[in-house]
């Protein structure tokens, strides 16, 4: 048997760049002299010297190295290691936003700032409220989120709407629309993990701003800074709060107080809907993972979340969290909702159950008009479905 030196291996591997894994596959390469290894390894019909000659006509995988490197440690259905690798990544961005900085590279350091808030706040998701990482965690997301925007200019709005004799902090996202011109609006209504703080520079607002709508997302009860540093919980009658949402909307010079619609996304599913069973200045609703009754559809159905339910809602103990959770039903009031209604589930759901999403459904008797689609449900986030709905509330609004 003969083999490849260390300096005829590296003439076979240097031209290929990346694809090294595939000598590795093929273990009898390294019996073959180079020419050889390159005919075997790198045929490509109808290109000069076969594939080794175009190596980029190949699929690669495009991977964040941050995210590889956590699929890589992550131990699966671990908290623990969920949270000590993501705040892992946390730190490295943070470093790497710092050094770019002292350099003098503002954009850099900002968007390194923006990627440790977004890994803080992976970090933080199933924490509980006793373990002290969890503030620790959510100040220190704060902290580079609100560095960031020290750095560059924000794509949005701070605003503060009044509700309870308490203030609820957001984001309003304009429209890309003439300076003066009165747009329509769409008002997010997040889930129980709901953090305005995200990581990403425009949240969730781009593709509402390209359709020539305003985007807005609150940390409301029972979410964010709010459940965390204001001790604001959920309830379920939640047409109180959109209620206070849409009095500061129409305050807008810039919001068209007659195009307001309502997104709800996870146990928004629920939130949302009912809101729109008495605040009827709400024009369009869409859901993502519809929802009737949320003691049936979440709270038992995705045993996990019970704890972070009792938190947000204030409960003493998961007994009396279950029977508060009975209240968050549509139960009688589905067919008050009036305005269109798009209910997005995903028929393979593990979180929330679909047929939660059918009955309201079925019971929203009353809408202007009523749809459902499939694929839109927790771990369905598809590019399609995700565009499909903005879509959806563009024609609704009248910016289609």
Known sequence: MTTIDRRNLFK???????LAPLIVQDALSQTLNPEEAERLLYPAKGLPGGGQMEVRMITERDVDPDIEELTRN??????????????????????RAEKMLGEGRKQTSAEYYLRAAGFWRSAIIYLPEA???MMSGYQRLKANFDKAFTLIPAPFERVEIPFDGKTLRGFFYAARVAP??????????????????NGRADGSSGPYRARGMSFLDVDGPGQGGALRLDKIYASPDTERYAKAVVDYLVTRPDVDAERIGIHGSSMGGYTAPRACTVEKRFKACAVWSGAFNLQKDIFDYYPPIQERLRWLMGAKDLSDARKMMGDFTLEGRAQKIECPLLVGYSIDDRVMDPRGALRLYKEAVNA??????????????????????????????GTA
Not at 12 to 18: H, K
Request: aromatic share 10%; no cysteine; hydrophobic share 40%.
């Open 12 to 18: 076979i591997t240097a031209a290929s760049v990346s």
């Open 74 to 95: 992550v131990k699966p259905f671990n908290p623990e290691s969920w949270h000590i690798e993501h705040a892992h990544a946390a730190e490295k961005n943070e470093q």
């Open 131 to 133: 373990d002290p990482r």
């Open 180 to 197: 003066g011109r009165k747009a329509p609006v769409v008002f997010n209504y997040g889930g129980a993990d709901g953090l305005l703080m």
């Open 368 to 397: 202007k008009s009523s749809k459902m689609i499939d694929g839109v449900g927790h771990g369905r986030r598809t590019f399609e479905m995700r565009n499909y709905i903005v879509d959806w509330f563009a024609k609704e609004l």
